[in-house]
Every structure is written in structure tokens, then in C-alpha cells.
Nanobody
Framework: QVQLVESGGGLVQPGGSLRLSCAASGNIFNIYNMAWYRQPPGKQRDLVATITSGGSTNYADSVKGRFTISRDNVKKAVYLQMNNLKPEDTAIYYC????????????WGQGTQVTVSS
């Protein structure tokens, strides 16, 4: 069974940092684009950052300069380093990956809660 498992969420004070991790497991032949999304309470899920298999990245304007997405293709993992966190960053964070498992499709992680509060 193919799955994505996230870790690293929690409670942090404004100005603090967190690092989210997401690891893929199962019968995976290749991983293409990977991304992080977030869904604040009562709002829609929005794109935070993307990274291609070659390492090219893109960020939502609201996180540019504060968040960094990276990946380890050997470990089949994607990471999100979040610095200078703000209360408006509070959300459930989901990782996403396009993977070839015999078919090409997108997979979602289960989500990890990030709460920024004093």
C-alpha cells in the first residue's frame, strides 16, 4: 500500500521555527512533483510550496523568504522548513506527491497540525 506519512507539526510561538517531514512508502517506481498544502480552520486548502524532481521550487507569496521546501529522492521524502512563523500560518499541513506506482496519480498525506500562538 502506497502512503505518505507526515511528521513534525506542533505548537510554536510567533517567530519560532518548525520542520515538517513527509516520507513515501510502498511500491513506488518514481516520484515527480512534490508539494505542501495547508488548510486553516474553516478555510480551503491552499498551495504553500512545490518542488520538482530536479529541485526547482515555487512558493506562495505569503511564505516567500520564510519557508523552504526540499526533498531527498533517495529517502523518498519532502521537507518544509518554516521560520519566523506567524499566527496566520496556523493550519493543517498536507504533503502531496505525484507518483508512478504502475499508474501515475497524486497521493495525499494525512495532515499534521501546526499551531502558532503565544
Amino acid at each position: 500500500q502506497v502512503q505518505l506519512v507526515e511528521s513534525g507539526g506542533g505548537l510554536v510561538q510567533p517567530g519560532g521555527s518548525l520542520r515538517l517531514s513527509c516520507a513515501a512508502s510502498g511500491n513506488i517506481f518514481n516520484i515527480y512533483n512534490m508539494a505542501w498544502y495547508r488548510q486553516p480552520p474553516g478555510k480551503q486548502r491552499d498551495l504553500v510550496a512545490t518542488i520538482t524532481s530536479g529541485g526547482s521550487t515555487n512558493y506562495a507569496d505569503s511564505v516567500k523568504g520564510r519557508f523552504t521546501i526540499s526533498r531527498d529522492n533517495v529517502k523518498k521524502a519532502v521537507y518544509l522548513q518554516m521560520n519566523n512563523l506567524k499566527p496566520e500560518d496556523t493550519a493543517i499541513y498536507y504533503c502531496f506527491a505525484e507518483m508512478w506506482t504502475g499508474v501515475l496519480r497524486g497521493y495525499w498525506g494525512q495532515g499534521t497540525q501546526v499551531t502558532v500562538s503565544s
